[in-house]
């Protein structure tokens, strides 16, 4: 072979030398790090300016409502918020029987949906957790979260408000069929599958030599859930619980069209009521008068607030069971 095709002088080119190549190559894994380095920095920065971002936001919504409710607090101070009428006719605007309403509305759902949620729960985690089955009451429990919510309403109208009224009728009661026993069985249906999903992932994250070692002990099935399931996944049960809650205090079509939409504080669990959040859907548009508006802002503002209360109480309880 010539030694000019060698050299590359043939083809107009010049081969590098072997130092040449070694000093490319280790410029290359020096520079190689060098930018992961800043490729993980710019990442970092775009994570924290998110997280701001989000805060600033939920700041914002705060100050907002604040500021809108500023006209109702000045007209009535601090008593609206147990005041018990709501009359807009006279101007008086009190927020006690919403208040109620919600929170009766949301833990008797919780109440009601908490046995279903834990027990589909452990049978897809536990019991069931692969095959068509497990697949296809997955997706179900999923398809439940992902209906929207006035379809809901639709239903409980049709098919829900007429066995209640039956209900009523047999304990004693005014069978009006809308009320808060309505609402609280709609919601519970429809907070279900949050706590449901949430339990089921943390049953199938436990370890299965924790439960392996209790069955070499003699433990039955029932006895493992009940004493190596449960404890494990106490917090993570809690959490889905708490999720449901927040679900159900914000809900709004569903819990309009099916609550009565009164504004009397409930003398029981069948009587017609109304809830912050449906109070706010049904009556913003007929608000024509400043200090109405605010009030009816204000009314959000109190929705937010005991939102905030009862997911950082959670959250204690959470960080509770967690360290035992």
């Not at 006690?96 to 589909?120: D, E, K, N, R």
């Not at 109304?274 to 508006?293: G, H, K, P």
């Not at 209360?309 to 509770?320: A, D, E, P």
């Amino acid at each position: 072979m010539p030694k000019s095709i060698i050299s590359g002088t043939a083809v107009g080119l010049r081969v590098p030398s072997y130092r040449e190549i070694m000093d490319k190559l280790r410029l290359k894994k020096l520079a190689r790090p060098y930018k992961q380095i800043r490729w993980e920095d710019f990442f970092r920065r775009s994570l924290a300016i998110i997280a701001l971002v989000l805060v600033v936001l939920v700041m914002g919504i705060f100050i907002t409502l604040i500021i809108e409710s500023i006209p109702c607090l000045k007209a009535l101070g601090i008593k609206y918020l147990w005041g018990k009428t709501w009359n807009p006719v006279t101007n008086e605007y009190g927020a006690w029987p919403f208040l109620l309403g919600t929170l009766l509305t949301s833990f008797l759902a919780l109440l009601i949906s908490i046995p279903f949620s834990y027990a589909v729960a452990i049978y897809l985690g536990e019991y069931n957790p692969t095959g068509w089955l497990s697949s296809f009451l997955k997706n179900t429990v999923e398809l439940i979260a992902a209906v929207p919510s006035v379809i809901y309403g639709f239903w409980a109208l049709v098919v829900l408000v007429p066995m209640v009224r039956v209900i009523e009728i047999k304990v004693g009661v005014a069978p009006y069929g809308v009320g808060i026993f309505t609402a609280s069985i709609i919601l519970a249906i429809m907070i279900i599958p949050y706590a449901a999903s949430l339990g089921r992932e943390m049953i199938r994250i436990v370890p299965q030599s924790l439960k392996e070692g209790a069955y070499s002990l003699g433990a039955t099935r029932y006895e493992v859930i009940r004493s190596v399931i449960l404890p494990y996944t106490k917090s993570g049960l809690f959490a889905g619980v708490l999720l449901s809650l927040g679900r159900a205090l914000g809900e709004t079509m569903a819990v309009t069209m099916v609550i009565g939409n009164t504004s009397i504080i409930p003398t029981n669990i069948f009587a017609p009521g109304n809830t912050m959040a449906s109070v706010i859907a049904s009556q913003f548009t007929e608000a024509d008068r400043t200090v109405y508006l605010s009030a009816l802002i204000e009314l959000g503002l109190v929705l937010f607030l005991v939102t905030v209360v009862i997911n950082m109480v959670g959250k204690r309880i959470i960080k509770r069971f967690t360290r035992e």
